[in-house]
């Protein structure tokens, strides 16, 4: 028996498909989204129901890290910037913090990104956010 290589065309702006072989169209996968957000690792760190689960507060840093490997977006330096005010109060209370924090100021060192040309007129003026540093 002879296979078909089935060839699949994707509709622009849509999450639909053209399946040749059918000749029908069918919905495309979606990726998985991320759960794991600057908010929610921030609300996470700073809610009191959870500032005794240490281990959940790193894992969820670790996820940030993850998903930001190549940097933080202009439009996310607020967040960054009370996440690292947090991860700082919880490491003057427990020193297992630390590699937490190493890891995102690591993760600061790096170029910062944009998602928009405009970002740099949105978001230049940083001189209060390098004045408090």
């Known amino acids: 028996m002879e296979t078909i290589e089935v060839q699949k065309f994707p509709l622009m702006g849509s999450n639909m498909q053209y399946d040749m072989s059918t000749r029908s169209f069918i919905e495309r996968q979606q990726p998985p989204k991320l759960d794991t957000t600057l908010e929610k690792v ?14 959940r507060h790193t894992k969820a840093v670790k996820k940030i890290c993850d998903r930001y490997y190549s940097g933080f977006y202009l439009k996310d330096l607020e967040l960054v910037y009370k996440v690292v005010e947090s991860l700082v109060q919880h490491m003057q209370r427990d020193d297992d913090y630390t590699s ?9 060192g790096k170029s910062f990104l944009k998602e928009k040309a405009s970002d740099d007129a949105v978001y230049g ?7 408090t540093i």
């Open 42 to 55: 921030l609300q996470l760190l700073t809610d009191p129901h959870s500032a005794k689960v240490k281990e």
């Open 100 to 108: 937490s924090l190493v890891q995102i100021i690591m993760l600061c």
């Open 125 to 131: 003026s940083f001189d209060t956010f390098n004045t």
